[in-house]
C-alpha cells in the first residue's frame, strides 16, 4: 500500500470509519470459505458495533 494509501486509511480510522478492504483482505486470507459482507452490510454491522440500538449517547 502507498504512502497515501495508509495515510487516508489511517484517517478514516481515526474519524471512525471502517475499513471495508482491509475486511475483505482478512477474510480472503483468514476465511476463504467463507462469503464476505457486502459493503453495505459491512458498514451496518460497523455501525451497530459502533453506536448499537440508538440508544444514544449525551457527547
Same mark, same amino acid.
Given at each position: 500500500?502507498s504512502?497515501?494509501g495508509?495515510?487516508a486509511?489511517?484517517? @478514516?480510522?481515526?474519524?471512525?470509519l471502517?475499513?471495508?478492504? $482491509?475486511?475483505?483482505?482478512?477474510?480472503?486470507d !483468514?476465511?476463504?470459505?467463507?462469503?464476505?459482507?457486502? @459493503?453495505?452490510?459491512?458498514?451496518?454491522?460497523?455501525?451497530q $458495533?459502533?453506536?448499537?440500538?440508538?440508544?444514544? !449517547?449525551?457527547?
Amino acid at each position: 500500500m502507498s504512502i497515501f494509501g495508509r495515510l487516508a486509511q489511517t484517517a @478514516r480510522l481515526m474519524v471512525g470509519l471502517p475499513d471495508y478492504d $482491509a475486511y475483505c483482505r482478512h477474510m480472503a486470507d !483468514r476465511h476463504p470459505g467463507a462469503t464476505p459482507m457486502t @459493503r453495505a452490510e459491512f458498514f451496518r454491522d460497523r455501525q451497530q $458495533a459502533r453506536y448499537g440500538n440508538g440508544g444514544g !449517547r449525551c457527547c
